[in-house]
């Protein structure tokens, strides 16, 4: 264990929280598609992205078994590890105090993030192109969570957390 001034870290936990981040990073660079009722990128756009061993269908298949294999445990081993770190470090809080925490750490992140990151990428990229209704699309598709938002396990984290 390693000591810092306000807490004491486990080593194992922060390089299989580490290991963990990376697999999410490496299973989201294999998106070859996306399509939403709420925007998407068609998968005859991926070849912009991936040179000519990106439109064999070997490529394809080999990439899907790769990304089934990483969704098996990259997010339950991220959401066990937080609930280890969460259990070690917990505090007598109110749940006042344990929802303002969270939705400091939380649902601000989620928001400033959405609404000034993964929108504006994906309206540079082309993701809202097919749109009608914009801010309808973003609304419900990012912010509600009633689509294609990255960023869902901040919210799930929070209502795990204050529950």
């Not at 280890?84 to 400033?112: C, D, G, M, Q, W």
Request: aromatic share 14%; hydrophobic share 45%; charged share 15%.
């Amino acid at each position: 264990m390693t000591d810092s001034s306000s807490s004491k870290r486990i080593d194992w936990i922060d390089y299989a929280r580490a290991i963990s981040i990376i697999l999410i990073i490496i299973a989201h660079t294999h998106y070859l598609s996306i399509s939403t009722d709420f925007g998407g990128i068609p998968s005859q756009q991926t070849h912009i992205l991936f040179s000519t061993i990106g439109t064999s269908p070997y490529f394809h298949y080999a990439n899907k078994i790769f990304y089934e294999i990483l969704s098996t445990f990259r997010l339950p081993l991220l959401f066990m590890l937080s609930g280890i770190v969460y259990s070690l470090s917990r505090k007598k809080r109110t749940i006042a105090e344990l929802t303002r925490n969270k939705f400091r750490r939380l649902i601000i992140p989620f928001i400033f993030t959405t609404l000034f990151l993964s929108v504006p990428v994906k309206y540079l990229c082309g993701y809202f192109d097919e749109s009608t209704d914009l801010i309808r699309d973003i609304v419900c598709g990012h912010i509600l969570l009633m689509d294609n938002s990255h960023l869902w396990f901040l919210v799930t984290l929070f209502v795990i957390f204050i529950t």
